[in-house]
T-cell receptor, first 110, second 115 residues
Framework: EDQVTQSPEALRLQEGESSSLNCSYTVSGLRGLFWYRQDPGKGPEFLFTLYSAGEEKEKERLKATLTKKESFLHITAPKPEDSATYLCAVQARGYSTLTFGKGTMLLVSP | KAGVTQTPRYLIKTRGQQVTLSCSPISGHRSVSWYQQTPGQGLQFLFEYFSETQRNKGNFPGRFSGRQFSNSRSEMNVSTLELGDSALYLC??????????????FGQGTRLTVV
């Protein structure tokens, strides 16, 4: 059974204080690992897809990396508008289903 | 390019009633998946439709059902509502030409409250 564990559950940062979110996974043949951002009361917003170990992707202050067992979402010099819940999901080869972690709730204070 | 549209945004229903939720995918997308999101369980997969056929189904009781129309719009139905069905129901669309081939884009969700 595919499993995704995200840590920490919640993270509070000061504006400009860089940090990383972790996503550990077990999957029977990884097709892709996905990062989403979710604001309260809204649907998840797609951020990145990573397909193979060693791959990295960047978008503004966010950078996602992937190893064979985990992914990190690095947030550089965050701003209050980066406050949201960040969700990680895996997709196994041959399947369309996404298995999600429970997310990391990030709060960035001015 | 319009995103995924879910209607209605909010619903309040009474235990025992049934409810139908609607999802219009991104134009050109043929795969529609449904997820239930609750504070305790997070996002859990309900089912996926591709070209009007159910391609995958999650571990939910038979009270949860869905269908997809020829224009790729999808509906999900929950019969005999229970208090535990209160959740945010999310629809995601993808191109879906091949199984597991493309990213999924989510709608804003339907917030269902069962009283």
């Amino acid at each position: 059974e595919d499993q995704v564990t995200q840590s920490p559950e919640a993270l509070r940062l000061q504006e400009g204080e860089s940090s990383s979110l972790n996503c550990s996974y077990t999957v029977s043949g990884l097709r892709g690992l996905f990062w989403y951002r979710q604001d309260p009361g809204k649907g998840p917003e797609f951020l990145f897809t990573l397909y193979s170990a060693g791959e990295e992707k960047e978008k503004e202050r966010l950078k996602a990396t992937l190893t064979k067992k985990e992914s990190f979402l690095h947030i550089t010099a965050p701003k209050p508008e980066d406050s949201a819940t960040y969700l990680c999901a895996v997709q196994a080869r041959g399947y369309s289903t996404l298995t999600f972690g429970k997310g990391t709730m990030l709060l960035v204070s001015p | 390019k319009a995103g995924v549209t879910q209607t209605p945004r909010y619903l309040i229903k009474t235990r025992g009633q049934q409810v139908t939720l609607s999802c219009s995918p991104i134009s050109g997308h043929r795969s529609v998946s449904w997820y239930q999101q609750t504070p305790g369980q997070g996002l859990q997969f309900l089912f996926e439709y591709f070209s009007e056929t159910q391609r995958n189904k999650g571990n939910f009781p038979g009270r949860f059902s869905g269908r997809q129309f020829s224009n790729s719009r999808s509906e999900m139905n929950v019969s005999t509502l229970e208090l535990g069905d209160s959740a945010l129901y999310l629809c995601a669309s993808s191109l879906g030409r091949q199984v597991g081939n493309t990213e999924a884009f989510f709608g804003q969700g339907t917030r269902l409250t069962v009283v």
